[in-house]
Structure formats: structure tokens, C-alpha cells
């Protein structure tokens, strides 16, 4: 689950949006590359399961550990893409795809000082795509350029022509 739908400061937000979903396929494709098939007990001594497994953790720890390992790049790094499964890990057009994705997701952890603190509001594009179709459809595109492909894209810009009919 996207960590910004457990923040209580975001309460008025009512619905998921496509931003949130993208977010949830993001950390599903983390697990699926991490994901060791023949051997559970090297597959439970990887960072992301010992914390996404941990019973005592609440669901305020998991957001905090999600937010330290996707804002950060450094530690999305050491705790997760080095504990790739190596038909994962060693494919470096999926190490940087997933890079640019975290970067499009979590814009780095940049903190927006003037929207913070009541200054000049910077978001445009989240008041201008509550949705955040536009995030979904950077993301679809940098999936579609790693597998040379242009399907995700492409069917997009198909709902949008059915949109407008």
C-alpha cells in the first residue's frame, strides 16, 4: 500500500488513485525480485522480508521502513536491489528501470519547503491530476522503454481516444 494513504494529514483523501496503484505494482515487483523460490531460509534473511514479515511491526513501522527504503536511494540500494535475486540483481536495464521508477514515485524525498510551510504551493500537478494519471503514465513509460515495447503507452493513449468519443 502506498505509505501516503496511512498519513493522518491525508485524511482527506477518499479515494486511491492511479499514482497509489502504481506505487502498490512498484513494491510487488520489488517482492517478486527478491523472492528466492528453492530456498526460504536465504529468501526470509533479506532485509525487505525480515521487515515486511516482522509480527510486532504496526502498520505506522511498515510505512516508516517503506519510506526509508523508496525516499532514499542510497538504502533502496543496500537493503534492496543488492538483494536481488540474481536473474534480477544482475540485469542492469532492471536495476535502473526500477531506479527511475522509485525516482518518478518518490520524487527523491525532495521536501518542499515553501509548500510546507504555507509559501507558495509547488504542487501543481497534484492539484492539477488529483489522480495522478500523469505519474502513472511516466511510470508506464519507462516500463515500456526497459522491455523495448510500447503496449502501456499505447493502450493508454487507446482509453484516452475512448474518452473523448
Not at 486511491?16 to 520489488?30: C, N, P, Y
Not at 519510506?67 to 543496500?78: G, H, I, L, M, T
Amino acid at each position: 500500500m502506498a505509505p501516503i494513504l496511512f498519513e493522518d494529514e491525508r485524511l482527506e483523501l477518499d479515494r486511491r488513485t492511479l499514482g497509489h496503484d502504481m506505487e502498490s505494482f512498484f513494491a510487488v515487483i520489488i517482492w517478486m525480485a527478491s523472492l528466492n523460490h528453492t530456498d526460504e531460509v536465504a529468501f526470509k534473511a533479506k532485509p525487505l522480508v525480515i521487515a515486511m514479515l516482522d509480527k510486532k511491526k504496526t502498520p505506522v513501522d511498515m510505512v516508516r521502513t517503506k519510506e526509508d527504503w523508496f525516499y532514499r536511494p542510497k538504502v533502496f540500494k543496500n537493503q534492496i536491489t543488492d538483494y536481488f535475486e540474481p536473474a534480477y540483481g544482475n540485469n542492469i536495464g532492471f536495476v535502473e528501470c526500477l531506479f527511475k521508477l522509485r525516482s518518478i514515485l518518490y520524487q527523491d524525498g525532495e521536501f518542499d519547503f515553501a509548500y510546507e510551510f504555507g509559501g507558495l504551493d509547488n504542487r501543481v500537478t497534484e492539484n492539477g491530476d488529483p489522480m495522478k494519471e500523469g505519474l502513472f503514465r511516466q511510470c508506464m513509460k519507462e516500463m515500456d522503454d526497459y522491455l523495448d515495447d510500447t503496449k502501456g503507452c499505447s493502450e493508454m493513449e487507446w482509453i484516452d481516444s475512448k474518452a473523448r468519443a
